[in-house]
């Protein structure tokens, strides 16, 4: 018989698959933005470099380059990603809501289900936006549009720090989207299949 309150039994997920995912997401992923992350992108501004090399040249090309920082593109994809499941353990919270009752009563299995499709949705819309924002390759030179700063600045070329760096580090976060997405999906089969268990035994 298991004593915990349900309140402690919530911070986990109901399947395995999603228990996984929680320690993928949460240790790897975060750890791999948080820590690496910076070392690779932190100081990319700064030795952002254009020819000419004027300073107001530099951050016009470099805001032309990055209308986003990956940093903060990516902490909000984790923010945004979590907001689905925090959703549904708050509802679980409030109804008192234990890890047995999501898989044996429909309507909690349903609102679960639901998190996790919302998850794979954000997941997806977020790598659609990378694609979008940063491509899947980080060019050594960006030829820089500075013609409002002067017509002799109108292709300006611009040198990108640690390109081949950034290039691997953008693979490695279009990996660990897929990663969750196919984690999520096999979560949504695991619930589904438990579920079909406990209706067959009842």
């Not at 897929?178 to 984690?183: F, G, P, Q, R």
Request: aromatic share 14%; hydrophobic share 50%; glycine share 6%.
């Amino acid at each position: 018989m298991n004593n915990t309150p349900p309140g402690l039994r919530l911070l986990r997920p109901p399947t395995v698959t999603g228990q996984f995912h929680t320690l993928f997401f949460g240790s790897v992923r975060m750890f791999f933005l948080g820590v690496l992350g910076f070392a690779v992108y932190g100081n990319e501004a700064l030795h952002f470099s254009c020819d000419p090399d004027r300073r107001e040249l530099n951050l016009y090309c470099y805001n032309q380059f990055r209308p986003i920082t990956p940093q903060v593109f990516w902490a909000l994809q984790l923010v945004t990603v979590l907001v689905p499941g925090a959703a549904f353990h708050l509802y679980a919270a409030c109804k008192n809501i234990d890890q047995e009752e999501i898989l044996q009563r429909a309507v909690y299995t349903v609102f679960y289900i639901i998190s996790v499709v919302l998850r794979i949705i954000l997941e997806i819309v977020a790598f659609w936006l990378q694609s979008h924002l940063f491509g899947f390759r980080v060019p050594a030179l960006y030829a820089c549009d500075a013609g409002a700063l002067g017509p002799a600045l109108a292709a300006a070329r611009c040198m990108v720090p640690e390109h081949f760096e950034k290039t691997v580090f953008l693979s490695a976060m279009y990996t660990f989207t897929v990663i969750t997405v196919l984690l999520c999906v096999a979560e949504v089969f695991e619930v589904l299949h438990r579920r079909l268990g406990y209706s067959t035994n009842q």
